[in-house]
Every structure is written in structure tokens, then in C-alpha cells.
């Protein structure tokens, strides 16, 4: 499978367990390379946790195995106190054929099974 750079912006890793360090929350952050909505950026930004599952949910032009999209979805399940389905999500990313490199929210450049490894450790460390 081909594998693109894709400027995404994911939410950085840390900001899992506290919101108020992600990425700059007044400029509004939107998907590049997908439909505007898709991986629910905004409205995860926005703390709009129900709209992001559903905007994800969606899959508006994405993959159901889509690892940005599962990344994403991994967030939201975290965030709504839904960690088994975080973990399930962020696993699902790792087994996905379809790598590519995307930009986090804090402007470093990742692999999207680096980034959903991390995601998995950090939720394993936190959980303990």
C-alpha cells in the first residue's frame, strides 16, 4: 500500500490526560487530506465529545480502518471514560495495513503506529 504524508493534526498524546496542554485551542484545527469533519478534530478541540464519536463514526470519506480515524476514535473513548474501547481502537490502528506519516498538534511529524503505540502505552501506564 502506497504510503502518503498526510498533514493531519492529531491531538498530542499528552493531552489525553490533561486538555488544558494540547495544542493552541483558539486557532480552529481542521483535517487536511479528508473531508473537513472527518477525524473530528474540531470538534474534539472543542471538548465536543458526542459530535467527534459521531463525526467519526461517520466515516465521511474515511476508512473504517483508517488509523487516524481510529486514533481519534481512541481519544474520544478515553475521554469519555470508556477505556476498553480507547485501548480496542487504539489497537485496531496498530493492526491497520494502511500506515502513513501525519503531523501532530504539536508540529512533530509521526508514523500513525508510532503514534497509536504511544497512545496504548500511555493509556496502560495511566490505567495502572
Known sequence: MERMMRALLL???IAMATPALAADRHAARME???EVGA???SA???GDWATAERQLNAM???SADDPARLINLGRVYAATGRPEMAAAAWQQAIN???HYQVELGDGTVSTTDAVARKALAQYSFAAR
Open 39 to 41: 477525524l473530528g478534530l
Open 96 to 98: 491497520s495495513p494502511h
Open 32 to 34: 487536511t487530506g479528508f
Open 11 to 13: 491531538l498530542p498524546l
Open 60 to 62: 465521511r470519506g474515511v
Open 44 to 46: 474534539i478541540d472543542r
